[in-house]
């Protein structure tokens, strides 16, 4: 089955700076790659996503990229703000969705 | 448009009692999904469903747990006898068709087994 690594596990970023957060795969299969994003007492909710057939893709101040020789993803964050402090999942789908163990970003003001 | 509703948002129970999780998914979703975290560690797939049909039950720990999704509405998880380790936060999600498209997730259900 598909193992999904996130790294790293917490990320405190000063606001305006930007925030990485970097995930590997292992199924050369999986051909969809969603970020979750999941505030307080709230399920996760899709932020952005990328399929296996682009490299790269942006909205607004958030961009995703996708390796698949090396079989890794990547969520950049720019000009961060207090409103982006929550965890952060990524998941790759064969069919059903493998997600990383998260990420707590926390935007300092 | 609703959303996928979740009952209840916290439960607790002692350890040997049964709790019953309830999913709504979004209307005319005939995907619908449960998933577990545990602590600080990643959502983990437990199983999907096919309007009622389950499709992969691979993800569930054991059988002290038993989904359904009667009609293909509406989806309950049932845990019975709790134990300790089955603590931890219960996503269902839902989608219109899959692969690859996005799955909606509900709030989750908050499980404290004691």
């Known amino acids: 089955g598909e193992n999904v690594e996130q790294h790293p596990s917490t990320l405190s970023v000063q606001e305006g700076d930007s925030a990485v957060i970097k995930c590997t795969y292992s199924d050369s299969a999986s051909n969809y790659f969603p970020w979750y994003k999941q505030e307080l007492g709230k399920g996760p909710q899709l932020i952005i996503d990328?399929?296996?057939?682009?490299g790269e893709k942006k909205d607004q101040r958030i961009a995703v990229t996708l390796n698949k020789t090396a079989k890794h993803f990547s969520l950049h964050i720019t000009e961060t703000q207090p409103e982006d402090s929550a965890v952060y999942f990524c998941?790759?789908?064969?069919?059903?969705?493998?997600f990383g163990a998260g990420t707590t970003v926390t935007v300092r003001a | 448009e609703a959303g996928v509703t979740q009952f209840p948002s916290h439960s607790v129970i002692e350890k040997g009692q049964t709790v019953t999780l309830r999913c709504d998914p979004i209307s005319g979703h005939d995907n619908l999904y449960w998933y577990r975290r545990v602590m600080g560690k990643e959502i983990k797939f437990l199983l999907h469903f096919v309007k009622e049909s389950k499709q992969d039950e691979s993800g569930m720990p054991n059988n002290r747990f038993l989904a359904e999704r009667t009609g293909g509405t509406y989806s309950t998880l049932k845990v019975q006898p709790a134990e300790l380790e089955d603590s931890g936060v219960y996503f269902c999600a839902s989608s219109q068709a899959n692969p690859n498209t996005e799955a909606f997730f509900g709030q989750g259900t908050r499980l404290t087994v004691v």
């Open positions: 998941a790759a789908n064969d069919y059903k969705l493998s």
């Open positions: 990328i399929r296996s057939n682009v």
